[in-house]
């Protein structure tokens, strides 16, 4: 089997991965939860990975990484924490449905306001509405690194710096780059940095987080137990904890370590899984490329582009290009809509959405010729008629 669903979750997770999760899940009691030797393992080994998050992600420190079970709920705890009722945010047409939607209830429960900068034919962002929307002051600004569809990465420093221009926070979504591509919170500006784990962190499913910068005050989501201050009727006020209400998934988080400390360790760090993984996907695009009704989304010359390639062949509908691929090829691939619907509508893809190839480290050379063969072989049967 070929697996390229890498953008969906990375599938081949390092051995060092599986042994971290197992041992924990041997050795841990609950983080905060104790003083005996489980509970203080638990909690050493959540330390180290806030310590990692942050030295890999340019956090300011441990203390400034909250967890959660992925990037979707940090997402909702960013957004519902920082627009308060009556204010406006902004968001552009390449986020994915866990910006939107949260955005769209507080819309339609607070009156909240929400504007979204469209995204050109092309994939790339149109700065021009961007700034004028930016004058309308939002409150919030949330911003995706790359979009889930076409892997185009936007130019978010420039955009982080438009938005403090005007007062606003600025969240950034980095679940498609944490990992995969060079990010530096503190170089990029942002306020909140959003990841998760499952993907190109190499972490287990129900992992992720937020990244806060000093003095930035989100308002909990959640409140409950947090083992300590257990006398308080509030929840406590203090990062981390502030934003983690109840047991931590120590046992993911410790496989979460493990993953990112291989990417360190063994890969080059994210600029050096970028270098494979983007250059895996640029081999795909560029081999996939002139086959007859086969046209690439995105990938435009204003955007740097990530480990991701979206493609349709002629008319036919992506589900079921996605299907032949995995049952006459043994390729594995993700189709349809991607949670990206605005993306889709202003690529023009709404009805017949997408077929998404997306790369990981762990990916060949060879596996990239086999897919390429399989897309140019379906599109010419096409072309034929069959």
Do not use: W
């Not at 992925?70 to 910006?99: C, E, F, K, W, Y």
């Not at 979504?173 to 962190?201: N, R, W």
């Amino acid at each position: 089997m070929i697996y390229l669903d890498n953008a969906a979750t990375t599938m081949h997770k390092p051995a060092c991965v599986v042994r971290a999760v197992a041992d924990a899940m041997s050795q841990f009691g609950g983080v905060g939860r104790g003083v005996h030797p489980a509970s203080v393992a638990a909690g050493m080994a959540v330390y180290r990975a806030r310590a990692a998050v942050a030295q890999l992600l340019g956090a300011p420190g441990a203390s400034s990484v909250a967890f959660t079970n992925n990037a979707t709920m940090a997402l909702n705890i960013a957004i519902d924490g920082l627009l308060a009722p009556g204010q406006r945010a902004l968001a552009t047409a390449a986020s994915h449905n866990s910006v939107l939607r949260p955005l769209f209830r507080l819309r339609d429960r607070s009156g909240c306001a929400v504007d979204v900068a469209p995204i050109l034919p092309d994939g790339s962002l149109d700065f021009d509405a961007y700034a004028a929307l930016l004058e309308r002051e939002p409150a919030l600004v949330v911003a995706t690194h790359a979009s889930n569809l076409t892997g185009d990465v936007y130019d978010v420093r420039r955009m982080c710096e438009m938005a403090h221009a005007t007062g606003a926070k600025f969240v950034l979504d980095a679940a498609q780059t944490a990992g995969s591509y060079p990010l530096d919170m503190a170089e990029i500006g942002a306020d909140v940095v959003c990841f998760t784990g499952h993907k190109s962190l190499l972490g287990p499913q129900g992992t992720g987080g937020l990244c806060v910068a000093d003095g930035v005050e989100i308002v909990p989501l959640l409140e409950g137990g947090s083992g300590t201050h257990s006398y308080d009727e509030r929840h406590p006020l203090f990062m981390p904890e502030r934003l983690e209400a109840g047991t931590l998934n120590a046992h993911g988080i410790a496989g979460l370590a493990a993953g990112i400390g291989y990417i360190e360790g063994e890969l080059g760090g994210a600029t050096g899984v970028h270098e494979r993984a983007g250059g895996l996907a640029n081999a795909f695009a560029a081999a996939v490329a002139g086959a007859p009704g086969v046209k690439v989304y995105g990938r435009s010359s204003a955007c740097d582009h990530g480990s991701i390639v979206a493609l349709n062949i002629g008319a036919a509908d992506s589900a079921e290009v996605a299907d032949r691929l995995a049952n006459d090829y043994d390729i594995c691939v993700r189709a349809g809509a991607h949670c990206a619907p605005l993306m889709h509508k202003a690529l023009g893809t709404q009805e017949q959405g997408a077929v998404r190839f997306s790369f990981a480290a762990a990916n060949t050379l060879a596996e990239v010729e086999a897919a390429a063969a399989a897309v140019r072989e379906i599109a010419e049967l096409a072309a034929a008629g069959n």
